[in-house]
């Protein structure tokens, strides 16, 4: 994309010496020699820099940043400033330019703070589209279901967003959406602007997993050589959402009940307190009454995390919902894999609907992704949709020396590691290498995308 700069400068020569080289580096470039012009192409166009001359004709280069400020103009100033005027320009960092460069400049020193400058562009820019992104990946409409319980959820669900502060305790089977609800419930609250932090209790140590939610100071442990902020600190005035919470130890439900209490808590070899604004959403798929009775969890504990207690349903109880999110993935997966699917067969559908899902929403996401990655036609039949586990006695068998690591491990990575090693033990053929993962081409293909390895 073209990088558009803005030079808004009355002295020719400077202005056409660095049109000049913004041209030779191949930036489009608009140029105003007053204020009124500068405003009028602010006005008018976008842009990803803006070189200001803090002397124009009719104002000043702060009353420009003023103005920007007005109208809601975030775009990366450097101010051009006389030597004379360096307090100026001080000023005019305060008012959010970024920089300044004092005249007369050398050309090779301009450059350097306008590459700084469009690097913070092109980050704003990213944060920008990645914040926009995560909206709409977590907007209420995310939420498939049209039956009465899931009706139910998505009232409690909007009034939650508005709460702001509320705990909120998600229960419900493996797969049935905890993780999607508590996006859903960050990202359409006044948090959404602020941090979403989210931690699985199980997958590390009770060590590293206190050390990542409360923080350390330097020396508190053999490890800590700096001090180090935790997720509650780091999440302030967002949210922390605690993912199976039902497996935190006894120890850190008490520090985490003490949080609950009094919003307060100390970093581990901490002396003082600190406070934070967070909202928590915490999370399990334990029957956590029965983790009580067996006194694996704390009753306090879930008082204070039950503040609103939201349930979520089994797929194998929502009736028609079934068929919806069958529809929903149908649509998505079509469209990931460039396969038109048309329709799909009532025999196809009824199977759907006699299956249990033990899975839930998680396992029909997979189920359909499966069957319309290894469909032929343009309508899904019954033959292309594989339920129950697709696991073979031979991939146990070797799987059978591969134990998950007690401090858990990044499940991303892994696949990404077996995909590079596949292929290079098939020496850059695909076919093989998919073969060795007992993967189609097609979607040893698709995982090979998804992690760039393309
Ligand atoms: N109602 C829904 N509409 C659309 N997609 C859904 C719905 N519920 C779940 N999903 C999708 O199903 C998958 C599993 O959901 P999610 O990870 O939120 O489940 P979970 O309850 O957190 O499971 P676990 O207990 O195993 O962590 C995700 O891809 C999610 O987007
Ligand atoms: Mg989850």
Not at 208 to 219: A, R
Not at 269 to 285: F, K, L, M, P, Q
Not at 287 to 294: T, V
Not at 410 to 430: I, S, Y
Request: charge should be negative.
């Amino acid at each position: 994309m073209n990088i558009r700069v803005l030079i808004i400068e009355d002295e020719s020569l400077i202005r056409w010496s660095l049109q000049q080289k913004f041209q030779q580096r191949g930036y489009e470039v608009t140029e105003a020699e007053n204020g009124e012009a500068a405003l009028e192409a602010l006005q008018a166009g976008e842009y990803d820099l803006i070189m200001l001359d803090y002397k124009l004709p009719d104002m000043t280069g702060l009353d420009i940043l003023r103005r920007m400020r007005d109208m809601g103009k975030e775009t990366v100033v450097i101010m051009i400033t006389a030597f004379s005027n360096i307090e100026d320009a001080v000023e005019a960092i305060k008012l959010g330019a970024f920089d300044y460069v004092a005249k007369p400049f050398q050309m090779d020193q301009l450059l350097i703070t306008v590459d700084k400058a469009l690097e913070t562009t092109q980050l704003r820019r990213q944060v920008r589209e990645l914040r926009s992104r995560l909206q709409h990946e977590f907007g209420f409409d995310r939420i498939i279901g049209q039956h009465p319980s899931m009706l139910q959820l998505f009232d409690v669900i909007n009034s939650v967003a508005r709460s702001s502060s509320s705990t909120v305790f998600l229960r419900g089977e493996t797969g049935t959406g905890k993780d999607l609800v508590a996006g859903v419930i960050h990202y359409n609250s006044d948090r959404a602007p602020k941090p979403f932090m989210n931690i699985t209790c199980t997958a590390i140590s009770e060590t590293l997993l206190e050390s990542e939610l409360f923080g350390h100071e330097k020396g508190a442990f053999t490890d800590a050589r700096a001090q180090k902020k935790g997720l509650f600190e780091l999440a302030d005035g967002g949210t922390v959402f605690l993912d199976e919470v039902g497996d935190m130890s006894p120890t850190l439900q008490a520090k985490l009940l003490h949080f609950l209490e009094n919003r307060r808590f100390r970093r581990i070899g901490g002396s003082t307190e600190i406070s934070v604004d967070v909202r928590v959403i915490a999370a399990t798929n334990r029957d956590i009454e029965e983790a009580i009775k067996a006194g694996q969890f704390r009753k306090d504990l879930l008082y204070r995390l039950n503040v609103v207690p939201i349930f979520l349903p089994p797929l194998r109880e929502r009736g028609d919902d079934v068929r919806l999110l069958a529809d929903h993935f149908v649509s998505i997966y079509s469209r990931e894999f460039k396969k038109p699917i048309t329709a799909v067969q009532p025999e196809a559908y009824a199977k759907l609907a006699g299956y249990g899902w033990p899975g839930n929403v998680r396992e029909l996401r997979n189920v359909i992704e499966r069957a319309v990655l290894l469909c032929k036609e343009d309508v899904l039949k019954p033959a292309d949709i594989v339920l129950g586990s697709g696991q073979t006695a031979s991939v146990e068998d070797t799987l059978a020396g591969l134990d998950l690591p007690p401090g858990g491990l990044d499940f991303d990575q892994l696949e990404n590691k077996m995909l590079r090693q596949a292929l290079a033990r098939a020496a850059g053929n695909q076919t093989k290498a998919a073969k060795l993962l007992n993967l189609s081409r097609d979607t040893f293909r698709y995982r090979l995308e998804k992690h760039n390895l393309l």
